[in-house]
């Protein structure tokens, strides 16, 4: 009886001297955060992502109660900075907002030094940044869509040329996707930076370019450039009557750049999913859909698990269209 009872108060002794270790993840995560979270830019300062990022961060801090410093390391199309967040302690402080570029960079440059589906935590999708293509009324002025663009390219073999912000940006592989499904041919002349290529576009250096939405709207609404098409599966709404390239006879065509957040390996779940969930409610804001909006971009909150399928299929699906088409960064 005397042995018995000494088991269990062994047992009992045991169990509360464990029971703080079990309690303290729970307790730490309940905690969290207690001090400033980073966000990391892969792009200077003033683009969408840059942008969007700025929006969501101060709304981050004012529901978790801390600041969201924002930095900015630009840098070879964000890998930079994605392959230093890579390595960073997974500790709920560090975050980057991805966009797609930086997810096709191992692509494109063969010491990117990371993976992009393994080496990061997906935590929430933030927003779509559409393309559309466009052409200098004056010099296509028969071009008022794709059908017609592809007529007149192919009456004109190897001919006519296309531009965008630069060798293997999300423009370039887009619009050879579109060669290869259509199968006809445009030479592409590579631009560093979507501001000079839209200035020679506009300038009848160049007939025609595939653009970010943002850095094509005003010279679209001031006639200057004709929108012909966009890539995204839907109708943006501030160019409501350009029909996308999927309504054009190219049924499934889907070409849209994107960001989100991700975090370092080993983030805990909790905190993924906290974050996550925050910045779905933040999206869901009407006054931050109106900010994005404004800056090119479109809210579109997607969890965790749909962000991580979402970075497979386009690191799969435009990876072939680069090697393919055998792109490599400048």
């Known amino acids: 009886m005397r042995s018995s009872s000494l088991a269990g108060l062994t047992r009992r002794a045991l169990y509360l001297c464990l029971l703080p270790l079990f309690a303290a993840p729970a307790l730490a995560a309940d905690a969290w955060p207690t001090r400033p979270i980073k966000l990391i830019v892969p792009f200077p300062p003033g683009g969408p992502t840059d942008t969007a990022s700025r929006i969501v961060g101060q709304q981050l801090a004012e529901r978790l109660k801390q600041p969201v410093v924002v930095e900015n390391k630009a840098g070879a199309s964000g890998s930079i900075a994605a392959a230093q967040v890579a390595k960073m302690p997974g500790d709920g402080y560090t975050f980057m907002m991805l966009a797609t570029p930086t997810l ?160 370092p390996p080993g983030t805990p779940k909790d905190v993924v999913e906290r974050v996550s969930r925050e910045v779905g409610e933040i999206l869901a804001d009407k006054v931050v859909q109106e900010k994005l909006l404004n800056a090119g971009a479109i809210a579109n909150y997607q969890k965790p698990q749909q962000m991580a399928v979402r970075i497979r299929t386009d690191y799969d699906k435009w990876g072939k269209v680069i090697r393919d088409k055998a792109i490599a960064a400048e």
């Open 104 to 263: 096709l960079a191992p692509h494109m440059y063969k010491k990117a030094g990371y993976d992009t589906v393994t080496d990061f935590v997906p935590v929430a999708t933030v927003y779509d940044l559409p393309i559309v293509m466009v052409v200098n009324p004056s010099l296509m002025p028969t071009v008022t869509d794709v059908q017609k663009l592809i007529t007149h390219a192919k009456a004109r073999p190897g001919q006519i040329s296309y531009t965008s912000s630069g060798a293997g940006s999300f423009g370039h592989l887009s619009m050879e996707l579109l060669k290869q499904l259509g199968q006809f041919d445009m030479q592409h002349i590579a631009y560093k930076g979507g501001v000079p290529a839209i200035t020679d576009t506009i300038g009848g250096q160049v007939p025609m370019m595939y653009a970010d939405l943002v850095a094509a709207l005003p010279h679209i609404k001031s006639g200057k450039l004709r929108a012909i098409g966009v890539g995204s599966p839907q109708r943006v709404s501030v160019l409501p009557e350009v029909k996308t390239i999927a309504e054009q006879g190219f049924k499934g065509f889907d070409a849209v750049s994107w960001g989100g957040l991700l975090a």
